[in-house]
């Protein structure tokens, strides 16, 4: 009796044989670019990591940081879920002297492993070399990007645009568990991608059924087009291998993760890639205030010209 009873001593104290293993989120990022509160790829990752570290999760997901790919290969193969917050092109987290060596070693893993990934804004961009200055775009890394999150970017494509920085009325798929605790409508001021699901007409992402629009809203298929369509810019992908990713082309803005709706969105979408369950009313992690996206870099101002609706209530923007 007294054995058994110094055994459960042990495994309380421990943890040995009850404690249940903590989610790893490995966060790659590059640097910091833009200004103005723009591409906040430094800042985006310590909140995020900062937002979990103080939440009721904090025992259940552990978070890691590296700049660029990293140099602990380790990192990578034991990450539940992968976050990419990253500028594009030449200038990707994810590029090197080779630009496929790490997207083929992270796409292993994820075949290996059903690891999630979520990438945001430019990261869905994929690394690419350089030549005459002019970003060109890699033809094998736009496969796998297709694979990981069903679509990819490539911003020198003309038949994908830019539109800065309307205040669109997102509609929500109230269906999906992402969705948990979101409102059927709500408004998001952000840099869009456009024409990003092309649906076949230059086989560039087509649209498939195991990917799922989150956000929607109207936009024309080209910069001025008077026949706007209905376009994503959040979505999600159940993959192949049964691992699941999210893709987005918003969140240019650093302010815009001060948006609790968006922030819902996502705090939900990184339970979710990890299997773990969204509870009914939404993931308990609050979205940053402008004084916490501020104390995370000098950097971390808001856009001047920004009309942002919950954040002017809160701070006059910069004249």
């Known amino acids: 009796m007294k054995l058994t009873y110094l055994l459960i001593a042990f495994f309380i104290f421990t943890g040995f044989g009850f404690a249940e293993n903590k989610k790893e989120i490995l966060i790659i990022h590059s640097k910091s670019t833009h200004g103005h509160g723009q591409h906040r790829n430094k800042e985006v990752a310590y909140m995020l990591k900062d937002k979990i570290d103080k939440s009721k999760y904090a025992s259940k997901i552990n978070v890691t940081i590296s700049h660029r790919y990293p140099k602990d290969v380790s990192l990578v193969e034991k990450a539940d879920l992968i976050i990419l917050s990253s500028d594009g092109g030449a200038a990707h987290a994810l590029n090197g002297s080779d630009p496929e060596k790490y997207m083929k070693e992270i796409d292993a893993v994820l075949k290996k492993n059903k690891t999630g990934v979520i990438v945001i804004h430019w990261a869905t961009d994929c690394p690419s070399s350089k030549k005459f200055g002019l970003t060109k775009t890699c033809a094998a890394n736009n496969a796998l990007m297709h694979r990981w999150i069903g679509a990819y970017y490539y911003w020198g494509n003309p038949k994908s645009w830019t539109e800065k920085f309307p205040i669109k009325e997102l509609r929500v798929n109230k269906k999906h568990p992402v969705s948990n605790g979101l409102p059927e409508v709500f408004k998001l001021q952000d840099e869009y991608y456009w024409n990003f699901f092309t649906e076949g007409e230059d086989k560039r992402n087509i649209k498939e059924e195991n990917v799922v629009f989150i956000h929607e809203t109207m936009a024309g298929d080209h910069k001025g087009d008077k026949s706007p369509r209905i376009q994503s810019p959040y979505w999600v992908k159940t993959r192949d291998d049964g691992g699941r990713s999210v893709g987005m082309t918003s969140a240019h803005f650093y302010h815009t993760w001060a948006n609790k709706h968006f922030f819902q969105t996502f705090a939900?979408?990184?339970?979710?890639?990890?299997?773990?369950?969204?509870?009914?009313?939404?993931?308990?992690?609050?979205?940053?205030?402008?004084?916490?996206?501020?104390?995370?870099?000098?950097?971390?101002?808001?856009?001047?010209?920004?009309?942002?609706?919950?954040l002017l209530k809160q701070v006059k923007p910069a004249k």
Request: charged share 15%; no cysteine.
């Open 268 to 310: 939900n979408s990184m339970l979710w890639s990890m299997n773990m369950e969204v509870p009914e009313s939404g993931v308990e992690i609050s979205a940053p205030t402008v004084g916490e996206l501020k104390a995370h870099g000098a950097g971390a101002t808001i856009y001047p010209k920004a009309l942002y609706f919950e």
